[in-house]
């Protein structure tokens, strides 16, 4: 039996989340010799969409015609905050109470979020707009995952992460068989599990293997809204303050505390950009006392004051 799946394209939606979406289901169906999946484009005007890379894509219909399916995923990409269109959000109730399954591509789970759908539930989206999501949405369990796919909603954090869900989806309805099929086609020899983590690990992303270091990040990145001194981070993972500012040194270039500033004005810079959170209520999410110090460092780092970045 066919399965039929429906896209609500979000505009600026991410073109390669949408390509790994239905390249496994047109490859399951191509190696199968039938026609296991379906697919249906919708849009809000009902005509085009535009990806984030400025491409028109023509689509099937607009959202008030989506019909009977099997799983409606949203597909976003950026800005998916200014495009989370009250015509959008009502489709989606609307779709909820027809009994359809919902669930989000890339920074589809926003949208979903902004619906009210994940209060209590784990979900997924780009790490690149983690920092922002988990300010904006604290009821919902953000995960790092790749994907979730044993909740109500099912969620994938974008890019090849799609991929990951689709081939898990092949799997589970037609079996191992087809799904590795499908991925040897793609030339797709990685596929992760729903555990898997989105991004390289931080070990791994500076070329270190050292334990205490890989602690120490974690820590740092733990206390990002209560930043604790590099003498009590080497307390908590057991060696001097010399030895930490040795380790950073080594591996960084750089200082534990000019790290861990560096780590927090990053999460500044995400916020700014991706939230309408206040300069102080940023600066306080990122553990400094004072908006005064905050933009000072932030113009020092970035050459621009908080207040201005938004408009860059």
Not at 121 to 133: E, G, P, V
Not at 181 to 210: C, F, K, T
Request: hydrophobic share 40%.
């Amino acid at each position: 039996m066919t399965k039929h799946i429906v896209f609500l394209m979000v505009e600026e939606f991410a073109n390669l989340a949408f390509s790994c979406a239905v390249e496994p289901l047109r490859i399951a169906n191509m190696i199968s010799g039938e026609e296991l999946y379906k697919w249906t484009l919708l849009s809000d005007n009902g005509k085009t969409v535009t990806c984030s890379g400025g491409i028109v894509m023509q689509v099937d219909g607009d959202f008030d015609e989506v019909p009977k399916c099997d799983q409606l995923f949203v597909l976003s990409g950026s800005n998916m905050q200014k495009h989370a269109s009250a015509h959008l959000i009502s489709t989606l109730r609307k779709q909820r109470a027809m009994g359809n399954p919902i669930g989000a591509l890339c920074s589809g789970a926003w949208i979903l979020a902004k619906a009210g759908f994940l209060d209590g539930m784990q979900a997924a989206i780009h790490w690149d707009f983690h920092d922002a999501f988990m300010e904006e949405f604290p009821e919902v369990n953000l995960v790092r995952n790749v994907f979730v796919s044993d909740e109500k909603y099912v969620t994938a954090s974008g890019g090849t992460a799609t991929a990951d869900l689709m081939l898990h989806r092949v799997e589970m309805d037609h079996g191992s068989s087809l799904a590795m099929d499908v991925a040897d086609q793609m030339v797709y020899s990685g596929a992760r599990n729903a555990s898997a983590e989105q991004r390289v690990s931080l070990q791994a992303r500076n070329g270190m293997r050292n334990r205490h270091l890989a602690k120490a990040l974690q820590i740092m990145q733990d206390t990002l809204e209560n930043p604790i001194s590099p003498a009590d981070i080497a307390k908590d993972i057991g060696i001097s303050s010399r030895q930490l500012e040795r380790l950073f040194g080594r591996y960084l270039n750089s200082s534990p505390k000019r790290y861990h500033l560096e780590m927090r004005l990053e999460r500044a810079r995400h916020l700014l950009m991706q939230t309408e959170a206040s300069v102080i209520d940023v600066a306080i999410a990122c553990g400094f006392e004072t908006t005064g110090h905050f933009s000072r460092v932030y113009r020092t780092a970035y050459g621009v004051s908080p207040s201005m970045q938004r408009y860059k």
